[in-house]
């Protein structure tokens, strides 16, 4: 088989073309809850503490000198990644829970028996009374 063709199958399989709508999926919502945090959680947090903004928080480690940036540690925008994370962590629990709570409810109502035909019956009967 050609490299190809293989590619081709590969490619074209539904697992690959859902995993690939998921991640454009999943970088959108990466962007909604990144704006979410940096310009409507951190802003009233920010007030509460002094009127922080938290991308400005940062330790100097060198001086700007006059080629040469200065060299910081930018703590504050590291604190709005971790709440970033910690709010799309917390979503997708939520979502895996919903599916597996709706798989489960799936699962537990089995279907109900398909009553019997008229040949089962009868076969049934015939059974029951070669046996006595």
Do not use: C, H, W
């Not at 990466?30 to 920010?46: A, W, Y």
């Not at 040469?68 to 709005?80: D, L, T």
């Amino acid at each position: 088989m050609s490299i190809v063709k293989e590619f081709k199958e590969f490619a074209v399989r539904g697992n690959v073309i859902d995993m690939a709508v998921g991640v454009i999926v999943g970088t959108a919502f990466g962007k909604i809850v990144s704006s979410f945090v940096s310009d409507v959680v951190m802003p009233p947090i920010g007030v509460l503490i002094g009127g922080v903004n938290f991308n400005d928080l940062a330790f100097t480690l060198k001086a700007t000198e006059a080629a040469s940036p200065a060299v910081v540690i930018a703590y504050g925008k590291f604190a709005q990644t971790v709440i970033d994370f910690a709010i799309i962590a917390f979503v997708i629990f939520m979502m895996v829970k919903l599916i597996n709570t709706l798989k489960k409810t799936a699962e537990a109502a089995p279907a109900a028996p398909a009553a019997s035909t008229k040949d089962q019956v009868l076969l049934t009967e015939i059974r029951d009374l070669l046996k006595k």
